[in-house]
Nanobody
Framework: QVQLVESGGGLVQAGGSLRLSCAAS????????MGWYRQAPGKQRELVAAITNGGSTNYADSVRGRFTISRDNAKNTVYLLMNSLKPEDTAVYYC???????????????WGKGTLVTVSS
């Protein structure tokens, strides 16, 4: 079983910064890609940023230049540094990982429970 635990969400004023963390644990053989998604009230979940095990990244156009995704493979942890936050960034942010484990040796997607980010104007 693989578990993802997010932390770092909270309330911040527009223009401020937050750093989200997500630590994966369990019988993990390897984590392939990791990423962050978000879902605002009444909206569908959308990709914010993702990073492969080789370090390649991609970002949603709305956050490119403001957010930075990184990972610490030794700690099975992914981070999302969010700068210049806007009210439109308000959402529940979910950690995602494609991991090979005892449950699925060939890889399977796992999700965290989410952490709320609220940006006030």
């Amino acid at each position: 079983q693989v578990q993802l635990v997010e932390s770092g969400g909270g309330l911040v004023q527009a223009g401020g910064s937050l750093r989200l963390s997500c630590a994966a644990s369990g019988a993990i053989y390897m984590i392939n890609s990791m990423g962050w998604y978000r879902q605002a009230p009444g909206k569908q979940r959308e990709l914010v940023a993702a990073i492969t095990n080789g370090g390649s990244t991609n970002y949603a156009d709305s956050v490119r230049g403001r957010f930075t995704i990184s990972r610490d493979n030794a700690k099975n942890t992914v981070y999302l540094l969010m700068n210049s936050l806007k009210p439109e960034d308000t959402a529940v942010y979910y950690c995602n990982a494609d991991a090979n484990s005892d449950v699925s040796p060939y890889g399977m997607y796992y999700w965290g429970k989410g952490t709320l980010v609220t940006v006030s104007s």
